[in-house]
């Protein structure tokens, strides 16, 4: 006898994500990267159409890191953990580097 679940088994419905969780992955995603001290001032900028996410980010570097190389592989994972984790695609993923510090500054 097969096996018949008691569940609707119809998948129909539609995913929705809240805004922090986006500003979640997002923020995760640039914090990952080696070089990245922080979040800076405007943080995460994020706009939504149709099911394209582009996001503008903003970070303070360590001091001794490349920028460029800094901002490429932000770019890259934030791309690659939106499109992972939700039904999104990355649109333009736009990094702007604020400052340079010494130290990595710890949140409290």
């Known amino acids: 006898m097969p096996y018949k679940s008691r569940y609707n088994t119809d998948l129909s419905g539609k995913v929705s994500y809240g805004h922090k969780v986006i500003e979640s992955i997002i923020s995760l995603a640039t914090m990952e990267i080696r ?17 394209i996410i582009n996001v503008d980010v903003y970070v303070d570097v360590m001091i001794g890191f490349s920028c460029a190389d800094v901002a490429y592989r932000v770019q890259e994972n934030i791309k690659r953990s939106i499109e992972g984790m939700t039904t999104f695609h990355a649109g333009t993923v736009n990094v702007n580097v604020l400052g340079v510090c010494f130290e990595q500054k710890q949140e409290e």
Do not use: S
């Not at 070089?35 to 099911?51: F, M, P, S, Y």
């Open 35 to 51: 070089g990245v001290a922080r979040l800076q001032g405007k943080g995460i900028r994020t706009e939504i159409v149709n099911d």
